[in-house]
């Protein structure tokens, strides 16, 4: 289906905006995870590019899901659900990461990843 | 009724596509900070409102139980919890050391095309949408169906995986004896 450049970024108001505007910002989320990641030093900002990479791919998800046609054509909710179990699991997941970290600036007075080279004395 | 109402065509987006718009400035200036800034309390309130934002996307995309898990799991919860670990692990008002420029450099380059290789992507493929979208009926009541029938089992999971990262966590940071 061709629409026309006003029916895609929603500047026509006849439709929402659409899906490939939805997949480059979450693309531009995405890369700015990964640079976090790779320029970060302290460890909890690199859980926060993880974090910014980990909502980039359920803004992919829902957005394929709505385009699809949403609740309409698809009642059994894939899009959602797929949400609300990465946002349990991404719980669990900073739970724990900030467990270790804890751990680590005890046994070595900083969360610096530069400076720990070991995960033991 | 809902279900009637949501069958006919709707044209009046100019609204929500208002909102999209706004919305995305604030997340990508937000995200920008949260990425890149040094200063990681900064960075971290940042992420806030990324976050918040990205509940707004939710709501536009029509699930409004994501939006409003978003903002209870991941602004509520996660982010409380990064900041705790930011507030206990780092020294007062300490930045993070400067970056070396070849890295930032590097990462930049990096960055960039990546970016340019994934929308390169994204703009090739010609993406399949559905004719007319209808305004999102309320998804509460079909998420709760769908999660005691069809993803019961991973339902189930999930909990017992969050049950025991929560108990190993807290094993993990438990204050040692001697």
Same mark, same amino acid.
């Given at each position: 289906?061709?629409?026309?450049?006003?029916?895609?970024?929603?500047?026509? %108001?006849?439709?929402?905006?659409?899906?490939?505007?939805?997949?480059?910002?979450?693309?531009?989320?995405? +890369?700015?995870?990964?640079?976090?990641?790779?320029?970060?030093?302290?460890?909890?900002?690199?859980?926060?590019?993880?974090?910014?990479?980990?909502?980039?791919?359920? #803004?992919?998800?829902?957005?394929?899901?709505?385009?699809?046609?949403?609740?309409?054509?698809?009642?059994?909710? %894939?899009?959602?659900?797929?949400?609300?179990?990465?946002?349990?699991l991404?719980?669990?997941?900073?739970? +724990?990461?900030?467990?270790?970290? #804890?751990?680590l600036?005890?046994?070595?007075? %900083?969360?610096? +990843?530069? $400076?720990?080279?070991?995960? $033991?004395? | 009724?809902?279900?009637?109402?949501?069958?006919?065509?709707?044209?009046?987006?100019?609204?929500?596509?208002?909102?999209?718009?706004?919305?995305?400035?604030?997340?990508?200036? !937000? @995200?920008?900070?949260? @990425? /890149?800034?040094?200063?990681?309390?900064?960075?971290?309130?940042?992420?806030?409102?990324?976050?918040?934002?990205?509940?707004?996307y939710?709501l536009?995309?029509?699930?409004?139980?994501?939006?409003?898990?978003?903002?209870?799991?991941?602004?509520?919860?996660?982010?409380?919890l990064?900041?705790?670990?930011?507030?206990?692990?780092?020294?007062?008002?300490?930045?993070?050391?400067?970056? !070396?420029?070849?890295?930032?450099? /590097?990462?930049?380059?990096?960055?960039?095309?990546?970016?340019?290789?994934?929308?390169?992507?994204?703009m090739?493929?010609?993406?399949?949408?559905?004719?007319?979208?209808?305004?999102? @009926?309320?998804?509460?009541?079909?998420?709760?169906?769908?999660?005691?029938?069809?993803?019961?089992?991973?339902?189930? /999971?999930v909990?017992?995986?969050? /049950?025991?990262?929560?108990?190993?966590? @807290?094993?993990?940071?438990?204050?040692?004896?001697?």
């Amino acid at each position: 289906m061709n629409r026309t450049l006003g029916e895609i970024t929603g500047f026509v %108001s006849t439709y929402p905006t659409g899906l490939p505007i939805y997949l480059i910002v979450a693309a531009m989320l995405f +890369v700015l995870g990964i640079m976090a990641c790779m320029l970060r030093r302290n460890a909890i900002g690199i859980l926060i590019g993880i974090e910014l990479i980990l909502n980039a791919a359920i #803004l992919n998800f829902m957005a394929f899901w709505r385009f699809r046609g949403g609740l309409d054509t698809d009642p059994t909710m %894939s899009g959602p659900m797929f949400g609300i179990f990465a946002i349990v699991l991404a719980a669990c997941e900073a739970a +724990v990461a900030l467990a270790i970290l #804890l751990n680590l600036y005890f046994n070595f007075g %900083s969360v610096e +990843v530069d $400076k720990i080279r070991q995960m $033991k004395h | 009724m809902s279900t009637e109402a949501a069958n006919i065509a709707f044209t009046g987006w100019q609204g929500a596509n208002i909102a999209f718009w706004v919305i995305t400035v604030v997340v990508l200036v !937000s @995200a920008f900070f949260a @990425a /890149l800034s040094r200063n990681i309390v900064q960075a971290a309130f940042a992420l806030f409102f990324c976050l918040l934002g990205i509940a707004g996307y939710y709501l536009l995309l029509g699930s409004a139980f994501l939006a409003v898990t978003q903002i209870i799991i991941y602004v509520g919860g996660i982010l409380v919890l990064l900041m705790f670990g930011i507030l206990l692990t780092n020294r007062p008002l300490q930045r993070d050391l400067p970056y !070396s420029p070849w890295l930032y450099m /590097l990462v930049c380059i990096a960055g960039l095309l990546l970016l340019a290789a994934i929308e390169s992507v994204i703009m090739m493929v010609s993406w399949h949408q559905v004719a007319t979208l209808s305004v999102p @009926a309320s998804d509460v009541r079909p998420l709760g169906k769908m999660l005691i029938t069809k993803y019961l089992l991973p339902f189930e /999971l999930v909990g017992i995986t969050l /049950l025991l990262c929560l108990v190993g966590a @807290a094993y993990l940071v438990r204050r040692r004896e001697q």
